[in-house]
């Protein structure tokens, strides 16, 4: 089993910025993706960023490029989310997930998932 913890979500104004962090603990893992997904009130769980941990690649959904940011710190099993530029649209609950193998856009193809955290951006 993999636990996912969240934290950093909150109330904030556009144009402002938030840092997301899931700390993941559990078992050993020897080649994965870990990736934030989003779901607002009404709408299905979205891809919004991911990072494979073996080559350190990422990849964003478009309408976050440019303004999000993903990273890991390998020591603390952690991946960040910082997300600048904020518009009301990326309200939602974010998720932390983690699957094996290689990157997926796919919410079902992840294994498993953190608790989420509340974004709230307002106009």
């Known amino acids: 089993q993999v636990q996912l913890v969240e934290s950093g979500g909150g109330l904030v104004q556009a144009g402002g910025s938030l840092r997301l962090s899931c700390a993941a603990s559990?078992?050993?893992?020897?080649?994965?993706?870990m990736g934030w997904f989003r779901q607002a009130p009404g709408k299905e769980r979205e891809f919004v960023a991911g990072i494979s941990w073996n080559d350190r690649r990422t990849y964003y959904t478009d309408s976050v490029k440019g303004r999000f940011t993903i990273s890991r710190d390998n020591a603390k099993i952690t991946i960040y989310l910082q997300m600048n530029s904020l518009k009301p649209e990326d309200t939602a609950v974010y998720y932390c997930?983690?699957?094996?193998?290689?990157?997926?856009?796919?919410?079902?193809?992840?294994?498993?998932w953190g608790q989420g955290t509340q974004v709230t951006v307002s106009s």
């Open positions: 559990g078992r050993t893992l020897s080649s994965y993706h």
């Open positions: 997930a983690v699957r094996d193998y290689s990157f997926s856009s796919y919410p079902t193809d992840y294994n498993y």
